[in-house]
């Protein structure tokens, strides 16, 4: 199983980008998924998860400006960032786990089972 994030780069505050996660070695319709991030000197943050039914979590610190979705047929996961602070200058990865429980969020990081490298967010301010 692998897991590939891309899609990171540097932005001004206040602007987008989209980052994608692309999942090889599985099935991926009955997967919880989450993208979490680190900054340096930071600890590991969860900042976005999915059920497998669908269901979505949000970290306070990015609600309303994130939006985790998944395309089924791609095997990926997207995560859209919009109007980016410094703060959220951060390495961002890639997890997903096997659920039957469609409607079940995984909110700590390690509850996952596979997880990809990361992508570099950096926002200049």
């Known amino acids: 199983v692998q897991l590939q994030a891309s899609g990171g780069g540097l932005v001004q505050a206040g602007g987008s980008l989209r980052l994608s996660c692309a999942v090889s070695g599985l099935t991926f319709g009955r997967y919880a998924m989450t993208w979490y991030r680190q900054a340096p000197g930071k600890e590991r943050e969860l900042v976005a998860a999915?059920?497998?039914?669908?269901?979505?979590y949000y970290a306070d610190s990015v609600k309303g400006r994130f939006t985790i979705s998944r395309d089924n047929a791609k095997n990926t996961i997207y995560l859209q960032m919009n109007s980016l602070k410094a703060e959220d200058t951060a390495v961002y990865s890639c997890a997903i786990k096997y659920s039957r429980y469609s409607g079940v969020i995984y909110y700590r990081v390690f509850d996952y089972d596979y997880w990809g490298q990361g992508t570099q967010v950096t926002v200049s301010s």
């Open positions: 999915m059920s497998s039914g669908g269901d979505t």
